[in-house]
């Protein structure tokens, strides 16, 4: 084949690539959606989703009622310019991107805000896939934007929970920031598995969550959580922690739960681990100080082993709050707080910076600073808690 024919060639390939991706790229305005014009969208987009598979919205605002159902068992991407340029606004009650049978292929959503115009409007996102995606990533949510259009009460528009996604093994949220309607928004993200097969591996990276009852919710038999880079605002009540990590594997607590760089202003509960090895939280502002803050505990692990809290900050508001807690470990192994600053927690009833009670052991406390505190650490198991006279009492 001379040189010619090579170029020739090359080019063709090149083109027909760019062709399928062409025809794979789903603009709903093609299919009659219009944006910005108040009138209802849905039969409109839901022929771009019967036509292809990755479903684009261009720059505007798009009227949808219900879900959007994606067909089973293929790989789909929804897709616009960014937050705050493409939009969907959803009427409920069940609204928002439904795809319940993924399987084993992936599901993606980027560049979008997805608001919920009607009360208790559902799941903005939810995706559940089998037990075959083993090695590759199964959900990318990036760069989305969720939030109802109240923020307070049982009023208005508001989503009730704004990610859920069952055994997504390797899933990647980046970028995404959630508002929900205090009191009645249940969960920002959820994160869930079997009780009897176990699904590994989720990264949450630049995400800003606020006004729900949970920020963070893991169930199931779930490993391999990372989270960093986190803003959680006015979470943790509705009786649920601001953020609340288990497993199910109670006789072999589930691996590698860490929490990086963060900060969680709680109105109650902060962060409770349940079931649980190989944590670390490091470099956590934990905030306990809002106007609405009742009592509460910042960080809680039950049953959890080997677990380093280390360069984290826990403020409080002296003197009102009746009943708190710094750290709080319950039936927990291997622990060491180390280089932490307690500042303010002065509750009037009871409570402690560090608490080391029943069914722990091995408690390392050394390092950290204790500023206008009620009491630096309440010792329960006795000689298997190790206070280093490195600690500063002020």
């Not at 919710?217 to 989270?227: A, L, Q, R």
């Not at 109670?250 to 090895?277: E, Q």
Request: charged share 15%; aromatic share 10%; glycine share 10%.
């Amino acid at each position: 084949m001379n040189k010619a024919l090579i170029i020739l060639s090359i080019v063709f390939n090149l083109a027909c690539g760019f062709g399928a991706a062409a025809v794979d790229r789903i603009n709903i305005t093609d299919y009659g959606a219009t944006p910005n014009d108040g009138t209802d969208d849905t039969a409109a987009i839901n022929s771009a989703v019967a036509a292809g598979t990755s479903i684009y919205f261009p720059p505007g605002s798009y009227n949808y009622t219900g879900q959007i159902t994606v067909p089973a068992h293929k790989s789909y991407r929804f897709y616009g310019d960014g937050p705050g340029l493409s939009t969907i606004l959803f009427t409920g009650p069940s609204a928002g991107i439904y795809a319940p049978t993924v399987g084993a292929r992936t599901f993606n959503v980027d560049g979008l805000t997805l608001e919920a115009l009607t009360g208790a409007a559902g799941r903005a996102i939810y995706a559940a896939f089998s037990n075959a995606n083993k090695k590759y990533r199964t959900a990318t949510i990036q760069n989305v934007e969720i939030r109802g259009n109240t923020e307070t009460g049982n009023t208005g528009g508001y989503w009730t929970t704004g990610i859920y996604l069952f055994r997504a093994r390797n899933a990647v949220i980046d970028k995404v920031d959630i508002s929900g309607n205090t009191g009645v928004t249940s969960t920002g993200i959820q994160w869930t598995s079997l009780t009897t097969v176990g699904t590994t591996g989720i990264q949450l990276t630049n995400i800003e969550i606020k006004f729900c009852n949970a920020a963070i919710v893991t169930s199931g038999w779930v490993e391999g959580f990372y989270m960093s880079g986190f803003e959680v605002v006015l979470c943790g009540t509705g009786g649920q922690p601001a953020l609340s990590l288990a497993s199910s594997q109670s006789s072999s607590p589930s691996p590698a739960f860490t929490l990086l760089n963060g900060h969680v202003d709680m109105i109650g509960d902060g962060v409770r681990m349940t079931n649980l090895s190989a944590i670390k939280v490091s470099n956590v502002d934990f905030e306990h100080a809002n106007p609405v803050a009742v009592d509460g505990t910042h960080l809680a692990l039950t049953n959890c082993i080997a677990a380093i809290i280390s360069d984290n900050t826990f403020t409080s508001q002296a003197n009102r709050i009746a009943n708190e807690n710094g750290v709080f470990l319950t039936s927990t192994n291997d622990a060491r707080v180390s280089g932490n600053i307690f500042r303010t927690l002065k509750p009037t009833q009871a409570g402690s910076c560090i608490v080391a009670y029943t069914g722990s052991s091995t408690i390392r406390v050394t390092d950290n600073i204790f500023d206008f505190v009620r009491q630096a650490y309440d010792n329960r198991i006795g000689t298997s808690f190790y206070y280093d006279t490195d600690n500063i009492v002020k």
